[in-house]
């Protein structure tokens, strides 16, 4: 005997409340697609959208005001004033994820600063990636285990810029 539930068709994909929205921008168009394509493939960002300048970075945020945005290495460092003062006027609930592997320290630290809550690296698996995106959509602080010898995780949330031996010798100053 069949019942009202047995006709319901099945579902296999997240209720829209576990589902989020997400930018990927990197300089790229081809990477910040591919990544965006294996998220959607996931199943746990149900908008994913590809950057791959600055200006179209922002201007995605400003229309969509997604959970998460990741920001690939080359495009931080080349808009980090212009999308750090957008992001810190208009940020809202949007959390930063940014890959960080080939960040120098100097980079490393004027980022961790800056109300970021993913540092994560190219080096993990996609499926990891997205994982550890849906942390940061959620508002845990993530820090790949690539990434541990140059970063900490603070008690508070934040990151720690963990310097080289040569680093450490430098005063302020010569950081700048």
């Not at 460092?77 to 003062?85: M, S, Y």
């Not at 960040?103 to 499926?127: C, E, P």
Request: proline letters at 2%; hydrophobic letters at 40%; a positive charge.
């Amino acid at each position: 005997m069949q019942t009202l539930a047995d006709r319901r068709p099945i579902s296999t994909e997240l209720p829209q409340s576990q589902t989020t929205d997400a930018v990927i921008a990197d300089d790229s168009r081809v990477n910040a697609e591919s990544i965006a394509w294996c998220l959607k493939a996931y199943g746990g960002f149900r908008n994913v959208t590809a950057a791959s300048s600055s200006s179209e970075l922002l201007q995605t945020i400003r229309s969509q005001r997604p959970q998460v945005v990741l920001i690939g290495e080359r495009l931080i460092v080349a808009g980090l004033r212009d999308i750090f003062t957008e992001l810190a006027v208009r940020l809202g609930e949007t959390r930063i994820a940014v890959f960080a592997d080939s960040l120098t320290d100097r980079q490393l630290d004027l980022i961790a600063n800056n109300r970021v809550t993913g540092m994560l690296s190219r080096k993990d698996a996609v499926k990891k990636i997205n994982e550890q995106l849906s942390q940061v959509a959620a508002g845990t602080s993530v820090l790949s285990e690539h990434l541990n010898t140059r970063l900490q995780l603070a008690r508070d949330g934040g990151f720690r810029c963990v310097a080289s031996a040569q680093m450490q010798k430098l005063t302020d100053r010569q950081w700048d």
